[in-house]
């Protein structure tokens, strides 16, 4: 069990319920991980105690805040395995409380690493559900109670990875590049959720909303698949398109959020993420 003091100020919901958030596409180079960095960053600025959870093979995430796997090697992958115990024989020495890197943004970080691609044929042959290996790392480690929100980057995959994410989480929200491809990853995504509900062992998470991100206004194209992709899923939140600026891929590629640049042009980037985050937290 992970034991450290909570921080009174930044101190979880009455409930003592921290809230699970994921961001999800099938479909890679749409911004999921850009989205996911920047989320968490808005909501350490709104005064909340965020723990990132890198579940990418890839591990981009876990590099965005600096991330070494030569000097951090103990990621998620060995945590999870070793809340399984059927799977006893391959536990290692990996901690919760040595894997949790507090990283220089105020945020925390559980990295991942390539070890997580092999996780699906690990867990293949346990007898307790392998849907839920996640969720009940989670809570055996009460890492709700630590935290008022754990936010998720998931693969850009339909494995059992992604599941496993899906049955863990409070609420989903779907980055998109206004694109027939990305309007198949959304679908696919959704048919996961459906096989979820069906499956009836969790809660469904909640759709929080689709974030149409590298958006070209200019292009007669994009604003046509743009509302495409509406009336594909009409019932659900689209936030305010992220627009296609060179300063947003400025940032990214220095590996840092928006909120570490003082300049002018990034407020309205930064405002545009703190009300995201403000209508996460009402959803939820």
Known sequence: MFNFR?????????EGQGRVIA???????????TMAYNTARALKEKGHKVLCLDMDPQFNFSSLFGYDPSVHNQNIFHLMINSVRELKSLHSGALLSEAIIKTDTGVDLIPSGQELSGFELTVAGINSPRQLVLKKFIEKNRLREYYDYIVIDGPPTLGLLVVNILCAVDGVLFPFIPDSFSEQGLKNIQEVLLDIEDMGIVQTPKNLGYIPNLFETRRKQANEDFENIQSTFPNAHVFEPFANKANFAKSMSCGKSVFDFQAKDYKELQTQFLKMATEIEEQL
């Open 6 to 14: 909570k921080n009174e100020k930044n101190s979880t919901s009455e």
């Open 23 to 33: 961001f999800m596409n099938q479909k890679g180079g749409v911004g999921k991980t």
